[in-house]
């Protein structure tokens, strides 16, 4: 699921959810409720 891509990329990149959401472009409200 879209979910668990999300997660695990993240991981992979050592990301924290502030981090992802900074890079394309949203809140990390929605990054959470994606994850």
Not at 14 to 19: A, I, L, R, V
């Amino acid at each position: 699921m879209l979910h668990n891509k999300i997660v695990v990329c993240r991981a992979e990149k050592s990301w924290t959810q502030e981090e992802l959401a900074k890079r394309v472009g949203v809140s990390r409200q929605t990054i959470a409720t994606l994850e």
